[in-house]
T-cell receptor, first 115, second 115 residues
Framework: DTGVSQDPRHKITKRGQNVTFRCDPI?????LYWYRQTLGQGPEFLTY????????KSRLLSDRFSAERPKGSFSTLEIQRTEQGDSAMYLC?????????????FGPGTRLTVL | AQTVTQSQPEMSVQEAETVTLSCTYD???????LFWYKQPPSRQMILVIR??????QNATENRFSVNFQKAAKSFSLKISDSQLGDAAMYFC????????????FGTGTKLQVIP
C-alpha cells in the first residue's frame, strides 16, 4: 500500500495559463475525491468519482475546471485560464467505497501559485 | 447544508498533559459520520479517529478519544499524554451516511505542544 500520490507537489504558473494535476489513488480504492484548501481553511469539496464516473461537482468548480478519471484509476484535474484566486492547495483523496462513511485517505496535495 | 464549526483557532498544551479540542456541527440528518483529521506542517492529512452517529459509545484510539454529544451536536477530541508529534492542524469533519459521503471540514485548530 503506497498511499495516495499527487504530482506535481508544487506548481507556479502565470495568470491565464492552463495547468493539470494528477492523482494516483490507493490501488483497490474505487472512490476518488478532489478538494481545495486555502490558507487557514479546511479542505472544500470539489468533485467525486465512483470508478470512472464523475458523480458530483461542487458549485466551486467553475467551467474552467475539469476532472477526469479514465478507466477508474488515476485522475487528472485541469484548470484552464488560471486566475490568482485559483492559488490554493489541491488535495486528492480516495476510499474503498465498500461501506458507508468509509475513511478517505489523502494525498500530499499540489500547491498551486498563480502569479 | 451541513456546517462544521471549530471555535478555537489555536490551542497549546504542555507535553504529557491533556488537551481537548472543540467542534460543533449542524445537520438535519439522524445518521452520519464524524471525523478528526490531523494535518502536520507540510505533511498530508491523516485520520485520527471516527465516530458513527448511531453508536452511543465514544470512539477511542490509543491516546485519542472523543466526547460525542448527539443532542448538542458536539464532537470534541481529547488528546491524553500529549507528545511533540501531536503538534499539527486538527480538522473536525462531517459526512452524510448516504450518497457519496462528501466530507465537510471545519476551519481547523492549530495545536502547539510545549516541551
Amino acid at each position: 500500500d503506497t498511499g495516495v500520490s499527487q504530482d506535481p507537489r508544487h506548481k507556479i504558473t502565470k495568470r491565464g495559463q492552463n495547468v493539470t494535476f494528477r492523482c494516483d489513488p490507493i490501488s483497490e480504492h474505487n472512490r476518488l475525491y478532489w478538494y481545495r484548501q486555502t490558507l487557514g481553511q479546511g479542505p472544500e469539496f470539489l468533485t467525486y468519482f465512483q470508478n470512472e464516473a464523475q458523480l458530483e461537482k461542487s458549485r466551486l468548480l467553475s467551467d474552467r475546471f475539469s476532472a477526469e478519471r479514465p478507466k477508474g484509476s488515476f485522475s487528472t484535474l485541469e484548470i484552464q485560464r488560471t486566475e490568482q484566486g485559483d492559488s490554493a492547495m489541491y488535495l486528492c483523496a480516495s476510499s474503498r467505497g465498500d461501506r458507508l462513511g468509509d475513511t478517505q485517505y489523502f494525498g500530499p496535495g499540489t500547491r498551486l501559485t498563480v502569479l | 447544508a451541513q456546517t462544521v464549526t471549530q471555535s478555537q483557532p489555536e490551542m497549546s498544551v504542555q507535553e504529557a498533559e491533556t488537551v481537548t479540542l472543540s467542534c460543533t456541527y449542524d445537520t438535519s440528518e439522524s445518521d452520519y459520520y464524524l471525523f478528526w483529521y490531523k494535518q502536520p506542517p507540510s505533511r498530508q492529512m491523516i485520520l485520527v479517529i471516527r465516530q458513527e452517529a448511531y453508536k452511543q459509545q465514544n470512539a477511542t484510539e490509543n491516546r485519542f478519544s472523543v466526547n460525542f454529544q448527539k443532542a448538542a451536536k458536539s464532537f470534541s477530541l481529547k488528546i491524553s499524554d500529549s507528545q511533540l508529534g501531536d503538534a499539527a492542524m486538527y480538522f473536525c469533519a462531517y459526512s452524510n451516511s448516504g450518497g457519496y459521503q462528501k466530507v465537510t471540514f471545519g476551519t481547523g485548530t492549530k495545536l502547539q505542544v510545549i516541551p
